[in-house]
T-cell receptor, first 114, second 112 residues
Framework: AQSVSQHNHHVILSEAASLELGCNYS??????LFWYVQYPGQHLQLLLK??????LVKGIKGFEAEFIKSKFSFNLRKPSVQWSDTAEYFC????????????FGQGTELSVKP | DAGVTQSPTHLIKTRGQQVTLRCSPI?????VSWYQQVLGQGPQFIFQ???????GRGNFPDRFSARQFPNYSSELNVNALLLGDSALYLC???????????FGPGTRLTVL
């Protein structure tokens, strides 16, 4: 079955630390990939997206992600986190045989200590 | 610009009742999708509508139904509510079927 998985359920970092959140998908065809963020008390917001082209994509708030087709991965990175990055992060895939349906990972809760 | 709006914000129902949730997409967006999010999990796809037709359905029972209106707004209906239907119901809109989706704030449904 097609799926998206996130390796870490809860990550705790200090401010200025570097961040990498893992995301893998299981599908052999063409896939669009997304990272969404949900800040406390707010709704899901799109951080960045990959459709095709340059596998390194940049999003809002200094986040970036790299699509590695051979590893079926789309990891999220940020060089230096801030306390305001505390949130839940969701990776999602849109497989080309599933219409516009988004398949989400289970989410990673990021806590940044000031 | 107005984002995706959903109503109501919160809803409390009892088992066996029926509920209708509403969603207005971003202006110009023709596709609406519905997701269910339970605590500690990622959203699960329920339906996608595009140009007023159902274009995708997730693994949910027939108690769940939806429709899209000529102005592209949408309703999600759930009949014969069960305790397990308690969740946050999210609506997302996109320009077309395969574009990025923008989410509304959700409707928190509690079934007692």
């Amino acid at each position: 079955a097609q799926s998206v998985s996130q390796h870490n359920h809860h990550v705790i970092l200090s401010e200025a630390a570097s961040l990498e959140l893992g995301c893998n998908y299981s599908y052999g065809g063409t896939v669009n990939l997304f990272w969404y963020v949900q800040y406390p008390g707010q709704h899901l917001q799109l951080l960045l997206k990959y459709f095709s082209g340059d596998p390194l994509v940049k999003g809002i708030k200094g986040f970036e992600a790299e699509f590695i087709k051979s590893k079926f991965s789309f990891n999220l990175r940020k060089p230096s986190v801030q306390w305001s990055d505390t949130a839940e992060y969701f990776c999602a895939g849109q497989m080309d045989n599933q219409g516009g349906k988004l398949i989400f990972g289970q989410g990673t809760e990021l806590s940044v200590k000031p | 610009d107005a984002g995706v709006t959903q109503s109501p914000t919160h809803l409390i129902k009892t088992r066996g009742q029926q509920v209708t949730l509403r969603c207005s997409p971003i202006s110009g967006h023709k596709s609406v999708s519905w997701y269910q999010q339970v605590l500690g999990q990622g959203p699960q796809f329920i339906f996608q509508y595009y140009e007023k037709e159902e274009r995708g359905r997730g693994n949910f029972p027939d108690r769940f139904s939806a429709r899209q209106f000529p102005n592209y707004s949408s309703e999600l209906n759930v009949n014969a509510l069960l305790l397990g239907d308690s969740a946050l119901y999210l609506c997302a809109s996109s320009l077309l079927r395969h574009n990025e989706q923008f989410f509304g704030p959700g409707t928190r449904l509690t079934v007692l």
